[in-house]
């Protein structure tokens, strides 16, 4: 049950295809990639003296040594503890700390920045600089063949982004990860060996899992040199390599079909864009339709059961014919096939078709818990049922439409107010490029409506015009009390709005009456 088992099989099955590259440039073939992951894991296992289940952390950006070092790691039957690259060192600290890691790698400037923090670690028995002479050490151990690991065993913590609060470990086992395999072939894309998987997000988050499939059927993968987005660059690699698969944050596939409109970029060499981690607005997912093909498909999922709670698949969103199209592409799809979802009321009670509640999950995709927190997974795990926190509600056919997260939600003179109906409606202005709708402690209402808004370059974009707007399309107590013209919103890594941010924004200003 090792995943490390897909690369031990395409290292046999498919020795001479190329497996990685760099930007253009070829690194190696299955056999080499095998052959180094099993060279890691003998330095892992022998000259570092890591027994399974200890833990590894990779605090790295967006290189090539990242599938290795996955590989590596989990041929040693170890843990793979990936950092964001855009957390401060001392919040990696916190993460090496919290898991436990015995060995660290790290890029050189996040590896320079750590060095001094690892003085106060005393688990930690290595820290490795990844790029540097000092790294050739690892391709120095004897291979190791990969090590037996039982289904239920750990492969990845999974540190959530701690909006509230401290980031949680969230333990992934090889079974989790296998039946994310699998429903990846059954509700997402149908990967081939001439496909290959660009990594244009970060590698330590969705984008990471979506190597998978492509070791599996021996396909290609490729990381880009840039280590932000540069929707330039993705264009030209796609048209480089073609058949890319691509996982992309919703505000990366913004970005992409913008360029692609600008430049008349030939987006033919995508095969699948695969988006999901935050919400995909109505008219963004249609501009890029429009530009890009039929090239898309949504998953929604959460690190609790990762990219696998529903999808809405390349069909549905072609299916310009039916009825209720533009309600699909505006949800996230049906449950996928390996788990079961439900939405329900606070006491526990199913909700019928059109009522919002929260989105629990149960199915081999659910993490085995919080690491080292049993509180916070009693909370999330409740009867075997994962409590998404997502608010939404199904439709007929069972698509699903997502609201917000319970805590995103404002709750102004007792009425429940999604963020994300308001924010639809004022994407449709043509002058606004970016909206975030959040709730402001209020006196007497409890909280009120306020919008960030980031204008199109060179676009004016008055209060009275997004008012009259709202006034069109939604009910008068839903409209933003306030509009606050900005340059631009806050977002995390992972491309997401940090609306924690804004919050705090609005709390640093005197209350409203
Ligand atoms: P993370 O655990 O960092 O991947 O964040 C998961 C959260 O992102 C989910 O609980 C949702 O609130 C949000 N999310 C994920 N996928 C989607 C999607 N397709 N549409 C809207 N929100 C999403």
Known sequence: MNLAQLLVRAARLFPDRPALFHGEDLICDYRQLGERAARIAGYLARDCGLEPGERVALFMGNVPEYLELFYGIWYAGLVAVPINAKLHPREAQYIIEDAGAAVVFATPDLACALQPLTAQMPAVRQLLCVGNADYEQVYGGRPLAARDRLADDLAWLFYTSGTTGRPKGVMLTHRNLRTM???HFTDVADSAPEDCALYAAPISHGAG?????HMLVGGRHVVARSSNFDPAEIVRLAAVHRNVFMFAAPTMVKRLAEHVEASGADPSGFKTVLYGGGPMYLEDIRHALRVMGNRFVQIYGQGETPMTITALSRRQLADHRHPRYLERIASVGVAQSMVEVRVTAEDGRDLPEGEVGEILVRGDTVMQGYWNNPEATDKAIRNGWLY???MGCFDADGFLTLKDRSKDMIISGGSNIYPREIEEVLLLHPGVHEVSV???KHVDWGEEVVAFVVARPGASVSAAELDALCLDHIARF??????????AL???????????RLREMLDQEAPAT
Do not use: Q, W
């Open 388 to 390: 998404t926190g997502d």
């Open 209 to 213: 899992m979506g190597n998978f499939p």
């Open 478 to 487: 839903k409209r933003p009390k306030h509009y606050r013209v900005i340059e």
């Open 181 to 183: 395999l699998a429903c």
């Open 490 to 500: 806050p977002k995390s890594n992972y491309g997401k709005v940090l609306k924690t």
């Open 438 to 440: 959040v709730g402001r």
